[in-house]
């Protein structure tokens, strides 16, 4: 019987069921569309073989991507996408053979084109054949794949050198855990440090690394807990080598998830810092003798300034406790009386001042160094302290002087600035070997900046840095006195209003103090210290 498709009828339905039938036309119509369709399509390269592997179909994509035209290549064999060795060694007829026994060849391997460049496919061939499984041919769809080869390969080359820097780095150890801790990888670090070559410990429990009061507490599996849930644990600790020595070591510890979030395993960084800490020890062992030192160096100079005031405090007020007591009934002369008590007072307020520092430098300590800042004029406050100490500075004979061309109106504690302007005065006066010391106070820049410079003995380089920190004296000779918490306490009250306070000096050539202060509490001082910068002239 003959279908409708031999004989030209259309479409119609059996009475045995709903096969539909399409008419010559209509499929001479999809063929065409379909040969449109494949002609079109750019990114893959679709041609057909006849049984003998001969090209007899060739599409816009093969052209693209292997570079001929469809007049160069139809009747050609396929073999010639091949490189050479491919064809030497019957490539291609065994690809074939296999498509006929199986139906089906994929593979990615190099092939040829036009010009002879390389590129990397992605080859399907499969074996078409009629209604009676007679092979009328192939089909073969390539595409290129070589970017994505370079990529792969890109990819594989950065892994191989990270992986041959890991295996080979020295100075730390570089190892994987898997899941339940066990070692899976181990580098030549690894093995410096803990002394097991790669045989011997993958596959061992990481907690064997641990001394074993760290095991009896459950600190390895505690190290991993931390890990897996927080993503990574650190420590420095002390580890165990194979022959049972112990190093100090700074150990992190990576949880590794796959894109599920389902724990893989861990990545462990150990580096040996056994010096360092051995370095630090020793650093701190010496801090504490400086300490040591300077603690007892403090008592020594504290008693000794304590007892210089008191020393004429007391002859003062014995003589005159024999005074009275020797003429009970005489008119004591008033003039001397006058004289030994301005004396008692004036080693009173050494006195006074000595532990008032001492509890400065405890609040400061604590942070209880409080300001209380009120609108106040800094030109009258320097004024008051030069005349305040004028006697003083006629008997060292150093002709004090005060430059300030205008009022400095500032929010500031004045108790405080007194005691930073007395602090540098008398620190002047001490050591300025008789020489004149000039005070000036300008605006500059928006900040309220003073000065205190002397002509005296000055600070040599190396003792600079330290000049404002506790208990330091620019000279630790005994005929300068002072307990070397001036400076100190001056910086603190600077800072604390949001200034600075800095020096320039030299040896035999003087010192600058120079402080700058903020006009409001509101403006933050942004000036730094120029170590370069030339002292005032």
Same mark, same amino acid.
């Given at each position: 019987? %003959?279908?409708?498709?031999?004989?030209?009828?259309?479409?119609?339905?059996?009475?045995?069921?709903?096969?539909?039938?399409?008419?010559?036309?209509?499929?001479?119509?999809?063929?065409?569309?379909?040969?449109?369709?494949?002609?079109?399509?750019?990114?893959?390269?679709?041609?057909?073989?006849?049984?003998?592997?001969?090209?007899?179909?060739?599409?816009?994509?093969?052209? %693209?991507?292997?570079?001929?035209?469809?007049?160069?290549?139809?009747?050609?064999?396929?073999?010639?996408?091949?490189?050479?060795?491919?064809?030497?060694?019957?490539?291609?007829?065994?690809? /074939?053979?296999?498509?006929?026994?199986?139906?089906?060849?994929?593979? *990615?391997?190099?092939?040829?084109?036009?010009?002879?460049?390389?590129?990397?496919?992605?080859?399907?061939?499969?074996?078409?054949?009629?209604?009676?499984?007679?092979?009328?041919?192939?089909?073969?769809?390539?595409?290129?794949?070589?970017?994505?080869?370079?990529?792969?390969?890109?990819?594989?080359?950065?892994? *191989?050198?990270? %992986?041959?820097?890991?295996?080979?780095?020295?100075?730390?150890?570089?190892?994987?855990?898997?899941?339940?801790?066990?070692?899976?990888?181990?580098?030549?670090?690894?093995?410096?440090?803990?002394?097991?070559?790669?045989?011997?410990?993958?596959?061992?429990?990481?907690?064997?690394?641990?001394?074993?009061?760290?095991?009896?507490?459950?600190?390895?599996?505690?190290?991993?807990?931390?890990?897996?849930?927080?993503?990574?644990?650190?420590?420095?600790?002390?580890?165990?080598?194979?022959?049972?020595?112990?190093?100090?070591?700074?150990?992190?510890i990576t949880a590794m998830?796959?894109?599920?979030?389902?724990?893989?395993?861990?990545?462990?960084?150990?580096?040996?810092?056994?010096?360092?800490?051995?370095?630090?020890?020793?650093?701190?062992?010496?801090?504490?003798?400086?300490?040591?030192?300077?603690?007892?160096?403090?008592?020594?100079?504290?008693?000794?300034?304590?007892?210089?005031?008191?020393?004429? /405090?007391?002859?003062?007020?014995?003589?005159?406790?024999?005074?009275?007591?020797?003429?009970?009934?005489?008119?004591?002369?008033?003039?001397?009386?006058? %004289?030994?008590?301005?004396?008692?007072?004036?080693?009173?307020?050494?006195?006074?001042?000595?532990?008032?520092?001492?509890?400065?430098?405890?609040?400061?300590?604590?942070?209880?160094?409080?300001?209380?800042?009120?609108?106040?004029?800094?030109?009258?406050?320097?004024?008051?302290?030069?005349?305040?100490?004028?006697?003083?500075?006629?008997?060292?004979?150093?002709?004090?002087?005060?430059?300030?061309?205008?009022?400095?109106?500032?929010?500031?504690?004045?108790?405080?600035?007194?005691?930073?302007?007395?602090?540098?005065?008398?620190?002047?006066l001490k050591y300025g070997?008789?020489?004149?010391?000039?005070?000036?106070?300008?605006?500059?820049?928006?900040?309220?900046?003073?000065?205190?410079?002397?002509?005296?003995?000055?600070?040599?380089?190396?003792?600079?840095?330290?000049?404002?920190?506790?208990?330091?004296?620019?000279?630790?000779?005994?005929?300068?006195?002072?307990?070397?918490?001036?400076?100190?306490?001056?910086?603190?009250?600077?800072?604390?209003?949001?200034?600075?306070?800095q020096v320039r000096s030299?040896?035999?050539?003087?010192?600058?103090?120079?402080?700058?202060?903020?006009?409001?509490?509101?403006?933050?001082?942004?000036?730094?210290?120029?170590?370069?910068?030339?002292?005032?002239?």
């Amino acid at each position: 019987m %003959r279908s409708p498709l031999d004989d030209g009828q259309p479409p119609s339905s059996t009475s045995g069921g709903d096969i539909a039938y399409v008419s010559p036309q209509s499929a001479r119509d999809m063929g065409a569309q379909l040969r449109l369709f494949i002609d079109s399509v750019r990114d893959y390269a679709i041609l057909t073989l006849d049984p003998a592997g001969y090209i007899v179909s060739w599409n816009t994509g093969a052209e %693209r991507i292997k570079g001929y035209k469809a007049e160069e290549i139809l009747g050609q064999h396929f073999s010639r996408f091949y490189p050479p060795e491919d064809i030497a060694s019957g490539k291609p007829q065994m690809e /074939l053979e296999l498509v006929n026994r199986e139906g089906r060849f994929e593979e *990615e391997g190099w092939r040829v084109r036009k010009d002879g460049s390389l590129f990397w496919a992605n080859v399907v061939i499969t074996a078409m054949r009629d209604a009676q499984g007679q092979l009328v041919g192939y089909g073969k769809v390539t595409r290129d794949f070589t970017e994505r080869k370079q990529n792969q390969e890109r990819l594989r080359e950065s892994e *191989e050198r990270f %992986r041959l820097l890991v295996e080979h780095v020295q100075d730390y150890a570089i190892y994987m855990l898997d899941a339940d801790g066990r070692v899976s990888t181990w580098n030549a670090g690894a093995e410096r440090f803990k002394q097991y070559k790669a045989e011997e410990i993958i596959g061992q429990h990481f907690s064997r690394f641990f001394p074993p009061e760290d095991v009896a507490r459950g600190k390895p599996w505690h190290a991993l807990q931390v890990a897996a849930s927080e993503g990574r644990f650190e420590e420095e600790a002390w580890r165990v080598r194979k022959d049972g020595s112990l190093f100090w070591a700074s150990v992190v510890i990576t949880a590794m998830h796959d894109t599920q979030g389902q724990l893989l395993g861990y990545a462990k960084v150990t580096r040996d810092i056994t010096q360092r800490k051995q370095h630090q020890e020793r650093r701190e062992l010496e801090m504490l003798r400086d300490a040591v030192r300077a603690r007892d160096e403090f008592l020594s100079v504290a008693s000794h300034e304590l007892k210089t005031p008191l020393t004429p /405090l007391q002859l003062k007020l014995t003589a005159l406790l024999r005074t009275v007591e020797n003429h009970p009934s005489a008119t004591l002369p008033v003039e001397r009386i006058a %004289r030994d008590l301005e004396v008692a007072r004036r080693q009173v307020r050494k006195l006074s001042d000595l532990i008032e520092d001492l509890l400065d430098v405890s609040r400061i300590s604590m942070g209880q160094l409080r300001l209380d800042r009120a609108p106040m004029e800094l030109v009258s406050l320097a004024k008051e302290v030069v005349a305040r100490y004028a006697p003083q500075s006629l008997q060292v004979g150093c002709a004090v002087t005060l430059e300030a061309p205008t009022p400095i109106e500032g929010n500031w504690d004045r108790a405080r600035l007194d005691q930073v302007i007395t602090n540098l005065l008398t620190n002047a006066l001490k050591y300025g070997a008789g020489k004149p010391i000039h005070l000036r106070a300008r605006v500059e820049s928006g900040l309220a900046v003073m000065s205190v410079r002397d002509a005296g003995i000055g600070i040599s380089p190396e003792d600079q840095p330290r000049i404002f920190e506790r208990f330091v004296r620019a000279v630790s000779e005994r005929n300068y006195g002072g307990l070397g918490l001036g400076l100190f306490i001056t910086q603190q009250i600077i800072e604390a209003h949001g200034g600075i306070v800095q020096v320039r000096s030299a040896p035999g050539e003087g010192s600058t103090f120079t402080v700058m202060l903020p006009l409001s509490p509101d403006v933050e001082t942004n000036v730094t210290p120029d170590p370069d910068a030339p002292a005032e002239p």
